[in-house]
């Protein structure tokens, strides 16, 4: 099984309704995290969280929001899905600072697709 | 200017080849510097740590160059499984965030 784990993996939906993306970690890291990437433009950052009581925005968190229901569980939603949120949305995990080496790792990825 | 900046490629090129990308980032204040592979509409995975002295892995070196903030991927005697996007990431002291460049496609032909 996967350590870092993404549900749906695909998910067709249309405009105005909520979807939620959801990812679980066996890994035991404390920081998790959402990314979405769009050809040409790379990963980007949604939101964030260091340990359950600590979300962050990232640098494109408008339309999102996120839940850290647990240390192993961080979901993502959008509340009202429009096309331009058509993307493949990764959820990734770190370790705290101190033991850190830079490595996040990412779940497989939910595609995503708001008709 | 970008934070991180990477040519798209794609980079073609034979089996056996030495094949180099660069990077360039815009924050001075950078301190952690990363090289990072993904497969095809796969999830990215980490290739490598960047540090300050360059370093090793088999055939792939890493290369940073403070003064002119960029770093360097040198992957020697290209294999076809080295086709792949390689993704620069740079970020502060303590990985807080991480910066992903674009990503440079390398394709590896027999």
């Known amino acids: 099984d996967a350590d870092v784990t993404q549900t749906p993996r695909n998910r067709i939906t249309k405009t105005g309704k909520r979807i939620m993306l959801e990812c679980s970690q066996t890994?035991?890291?404390?920081?998790m995290y959402w990314y979405r990437q769009d050809p040409g433009l790379g990963l980007r950052l949604i939101y964030y969280s260091f340990d359950v009581k600590d979300i962050n925005k990232g640098e494109i968190s408008d339309g999102y929001s996120v839940s850290r229901q647990a240390q192993a569980k961080f979901s993502l939603s959008l509340e009202s899905a429009i096309p331009n949120q058509t993307a493949l949305y990764f959820c990734?995990?770190?370790?705290?600072?101190?033991?850190?080496?830079?490595?996040?790792?990412f779940g497989e990825g939910s595609r995503l697709t708001v008709l | 200017r970008k934070e991180v900046e990477q040519d798209p490629g794609p980079f073609n090129v034979p089996e056996g080849a030495t094949v180099a990308f660069n990077c360039t980032y815009s924050n001075s204040a950078s301190q952690s510097f990363f090289w990072y592979r993904q497969d095809c509409r796969k999830e990215p995975k980490l290739l490598m740590s960047?540090?300050?002295s360059g370093n090793e892995d088999g055939r792939f070196t890493a290369q940073l160059n403070r003064a002119s903030q960029y770093i360097s991927l040198l992957i020697r005697d290209s294999k076809l499984s080295d086709s792949a996007t390689y993704l620069c990431v740079v970020g502060p002291r303590g990985y807080s965030t991480l910066t992903f460049g674009k990503g440079t496609m390398l394709l590896v032909s027999p």
């Open positions: 960047v540090y300050s």
């Open positions: 890994k035991g890291h404390d920081r």
């Open positions: 990734a995990t770190s370790e705290s600072d101190r033991a850190n080496t830079g490595e996040l790792f």
